[in-house]
């Protein structure tokens, strides 16, 4: 009988685990869903300064002699310093989501510092700073709490240190690496090199008639964009990997949620079967005192 007990004991523990987990899958349903909003409503504002900057990009290698020049857009010739700014969650329970973003950010200290350069690490997220930390590895800057609720300001002001570093010359490079939202069941890791950044990648535009600047003026209108566009840059990037976020947690308890409905199929299984045993033996028993008997 206690057997019996200890079988009964664990379904209900594991029954209490799955009204959990289908209740955690819910909530981040409805939280994939507003993120989901949000990282629309932002992707557009993107866009809009993306092609802004297209068609100042645009009236520059136009009309000026060299194209576009500036420190923001200098290749450097050699890598001295590269950081890497990358955001993870601040909570578990979401899979191999915040795995395979340090997968990747270890990858690519081990490419830089193999090449020669250094390497600094700017962490978003409990989740990757306590990784780094626990492999004693230093991290140059962290913030804990913006990954799961991002700041247009606080996400600036993040970046800042970095951009700064990067127009006084200290840093060669600057790469933003998130593991992104693209479909209810699909994450895909991102990696985003925001400085310097490569003209190529500003489309050939036809000028607005509305944009009219002469080549200086439109550099330096350039340039001033340039902050806005970085900020976004990381602000979208926060917005996607929360919206990555919550559809990996949704996926995790789904799974978590059926492994535990398998579970308590096979405990109810094994408690029948143990049932069966049990009442066959006292009927065997008895049986057998009322023979001893005769």
Do not use: W
Not at 87 to 104: E, M, S, V
């Amino acid at each position: 009988m206690a057997n019996l007990k200890d079988i009964k004991r664990k379904i209900g523990s594991v029954k209490n685990t799955q009204k959990t987990t289908r209740a955690m899958k819910l909530v981040s349903t409805a939280k994939l869903r507003r993120a989901e909003q949000v990282a629309k409503r932002t992707k557009y504002f993107e866009n809009a300064i993306n092609d802004t900057l297209s068609e100042i990009a645009s009236i520059i290698k136009k009309y000026k002699v060299g194209g576009i020049k500036g420190r923001y857009f200098e290749e450097p010739e050699t890598l001295g310093l590269v950081d890497i700014i990358f955001i993870t969650a601040d909570k578990g329970l979401c899979g191999g989501f915040n795995y395979q973003t340090i997968k990747t950010v270890k990858a690519l200290i081990e490419e830089y510092e193999a090449k020669g350069a250094k390497v600094r690490l700017r962490a978003v997220g409990k989740k990757g700073i306590e990784y780094f930390n626990f492999q004693g590895r230093e991290l140059e800057d962290e913030v804990v709490g913006l990954s799961s609720s991002p700041s247009y300001q606080k996400a600036a002001e993040f970046i800042k240190k970095s951009v700064e570093d990067y127009l006084d010359g200290k840093v060669d490079k600057v790469i933003l690496i998130h593991n992104g939202y693209k479909n209810m069941i699909t994450q895909e890791m991102k990696s985003i090199d925001l400085l310097p950044i490569d003209t190529s990648k500003f489309e050939e535009k036809e000028v607005s008639s509305m944009m009219e600047l002469e080549p200086d003026e439109g550099e330096k209108v350039l340039e001033s964009l340039i902050n806005k566009y970085i900020e976004f840059n990381i602000y979208y990037a926060l917005i996607d990997s929360l919206a990555a976020e919550h559809s990996a947690r949704m996926q995790a308890m789904d799974a978590a949620t059926n492994n535990a409905k398998e579970m308590v199929r096979t405990l109810t299984i094994s408690y029948n079967k143990a049932r069966q045993e049990s009442i066959t033996t006292e009927l065997t028993e008895i049986i057998s005192g009322m023979e001893a008997m005769k």
